[in-house]
Structure formats: C-alpha cells, structure tokens
C-alpha cells in the first residue's frame, strides 16, 4: 500500500478500530515520509457477487463503484464519509445476505435509493434522476412531489 498523496510505501498506523457491526477495521495511517494522513479498510474478502446489468451483461460487483455513486449524489451535502461508508457497508451486507451469487442492478439502485431518501431527500433526487434516467423536468418535478409529499406525512 502506497501513501495517496506522495506514493512513498512507509507508513505507520496511528490509530485502528472495529466498525460498530464488526465487519470492517478501519485505520488511520501516517506516511513516514510526508508526514500526511490517510484512512484505510480491511473488510472481509467475501465470494464475489455478479451484477447483472440492465442490457443482461454480467460484471463483478464493486464497492467502489457503489460508493462512487454515493458521494456524487451526495456531494456539497452535509453527509460526512464516514456515512457514506458506513451506507456502502450496509448495502453490501444487505446483497451478500439477500443474494448468493447474482444481482440485478435494478435491487442495487432500489437498496441505495431506499436509504438516501432516509439520510437526505436531495441526494436521493439527485441519485434517482440519473438512475431512472429522467428523459424530462416533469418526471423531475413529480419525484420531487413525492419526496415532499412523504415529508408532510
């Protein structure tokens, strides 16, 4: 493992702890070179699902596509990494229980899109628009209508 910002291989780890469910560690790092910090995780290797994509292509799952997914839909909103981690765990686990070895991605958009509107009604927008594929604002102002009429309740 290589430091992100300066690529130097030497570190040491400051800090580490078990996440709350005891399924990731996670551990602070500082590069003995540049003296920056960085933040790793071991999660346990599991056998890797298969998504199975809209047009029936297969890929191999990717944690850190989910989570790309999420801190694009959740970007300049107060939800730390932290969060998005924390989300991108229990997503994962959610699949590895509900699927043995193959998912469609349609169940992965839903688990995602199920807890964003949870932890915050404009990421789960964003993330809807483009995983719904809006083709107009009208499909746009209706999800917002829904989001808000679910608020009121």
Known sequence: MTCPFCGH??????DSRTSSDGAAIRRRRECLSCGKRFTTYEHIEEQALMVIKKDGRREPFGRNKLLSGLVK????????MDQLEQLADEIERDLSRTFEREVPSQQIGERIMKRLQVLDPIA????ASVYREFKDAEQFVRELHDVLTKKTK
């Open 73 to 80: 839909a959740c970007e300049k909103r107060p939800i730390s």
């Open 9 to 14: 291989s030497d570190h040491k780890v400051v």
């Open 124 to 127: 789960y927008v964003r993330f």
